[in-house]
């Protein structure tokens, strides 16, 4: 789910229809989603969901450690 949706009010419902479509895994791709924006997709599609925010960290963190 990227940035190029208008508010962030369609997002759950986004998530629920990449679910219908059969979708196994959601990307939230901007830098601008958070812990809350990721735990109300997955609550709409119930579905494992990467944040953009989190992976950049865990692999910084992965590179530096």
Known sequence: IGCGLR???N??????ALRRA???LIVMDCM???LQHKR????AAG???ILAGTAVARV?????S
């Open 7 to 9: 508010g962030w009010e």
């Open 11 to 16: 997002v759950p419902g986004a998530a629920g």
């Open 22 to 24: 059969g979708a196994q």
């Open 32 to 34: 601008g989603y958070t």
């Open 40 to 43: 109300e997709v997955v609550a």
């Open 47 to 49: 579905l494992p969901t």
């Open 60 to 64: 910084a963190r992965e590179l530096l």
